[in-house]
């Protein structure tokens, strides 16, 4: 029986905020990247063990910009950690930095996403990114996701020139603001444009004409098994995002054991389901991928699994989410 294959992707990044706000470089890999806090570490070594535990490969979309800034190092060390674990290393980009840079392949020109730029200088950015990426160790990367899903048509094209197989940066949930590439919000899985092949970060209802990502701190997990069921019937690739510093309270100081929980389910519940397979986008035949275009189906809304999810989230709210009783 053909499997649908499940994609967990880790959007892994540091924070230009953290940044701005005065954070060396260190003090950024260790809270963004490692997820430390006082009580350990959450971040993406945390992540490997639980996808290690059941045999399950992780996409980590790796954002090679800070370099700019703070030198090849930071990116070395990221590379590095998921590389000698034998997860796979994708190309995330966020330009953000741009702002903070010694250097730049476009210049003085700025912008927030990479959907702000001329289609000549996304080229020369994600061309320039990729060198950073690979110099730091990781094998030529085939996909690419923009951060902040800041991506547009000429995002596509620039992917296209530099023979990129697949874009990931279509996020329904975001197609009235930064997610520009000019798909109807209507549309599920992959399909071929401009050349590349898009695979869009899966989704449901959660309420009629609403679409909320399949990402771990979004979706409860009866929420997300009701939508890998769905999948199942199409075989169309299941894409979920995370991040590398997603187990930590949105403050960083202490673990979110409820999304913990959520995420260690989740790799159980793919790990043990006949119908799923764990999978990289270095393990996808492209004409396979192609072949199920049309087929998915968005999971309509259902008013309990939504309702259970929000009222978790108010307690999870109170419990992870405040310090010295108030919400920071």
């Known amino acids: 029986m053909p499997l649908t ?58 954002d090679p910009m800070p ?32 702002a903070a840079a010694t250097t730049s392949p476009v210049g003085d020109r700025r912008g927030t996403n990479i959907g702000d730029f001329h289609v000549n200088d996304q080229t020369a950015l994600i061309d320039a990114a990729r060198r950073l990426l690979v110099d730091a160790g990781a094998p030529v990367p085939t996909a690419f996701r923009a951060g902040n899903y800041g991506a547009d048509d000429n995002t596509l094209r620039a992917l296209h020139s530099l023979g990129i197989v697949y874009d990931s940066s279509f996020n329904a949930a975001y197609a009235t603001s930064t997610s520009r590439i000019g ?95 764990s999978a990289g986008f270095d393990d996808l035949v492209p004409d396979r991928v192609l072949a199920t275009q049309g087929s998915a189906r968005r999971l309509p809304a259902n008013p309990l699994r939504t309702g259970a999810r929000l009222a978790k989230q108010a307690v999870d709210t109170v419990v992870y989410e405040r310090s010295l009783g108030r919400v920071r």
């Not at 294959?5 to 953290?18: A, G, Q």
């Not at 990221?78 to 190309?91: D, K, S, Y």
């Not at 929980?261 to 397979?277: E, W, Y």
Request: glycine share 8%; with cysteine.
């Open 67 to 98: 370099a700019l800034v703070h030198g090849r190092f930071v990116v070395e060390e990221i590379v590095e950690t998921i590389v000698a674990r034998g997860h796979e290393v994708q190309l995330h980009i966020h330009t953000e930095w741009l």
């Open 183 to 277: 798909l109807d919000p209507a549309h599920v899985g992959p399909v071929r444009r401009h050349g590349v092949i898009e695979l869009p970060v899966s989704d449901l209802f959660d309420r009629p004409g609403h679409v909320r990502p399949a990402q771990v701190c979004a979706l409860s997990m009866w929420e997300m098994d009701a939508a890998l069921n769905r999948a199942k019937s199409s075989e169309a690739p299941f894409v979920i995002v995370t991040h590398s510093f997603e187990m930590l309270s949105r403050d960083r100081e202490r673990p979110n054991h409820s999304l913990m929980r959520r995420f260690k389910a989740l790799c159980r519940r793919i790990a043990h389901d006949p119908g799923l397979t």
């Open 5 to 62: 294959p499940v994609l967990i992707t880790i959007d892994t990044e540091l924070s230009n905020s953290l940044h701005k706000q005065g954070l060396t470089a260190r003090a950024n890999l260790d809270s963004s990247i490692h997820g430390r806090c006082r009580a350990g570490a959450f971040g993406i070594g945390w992540q490997m063990d639980q996808l290690d535990r059941y045999g399950l490969t992780g996409v980590f979309f790796v």
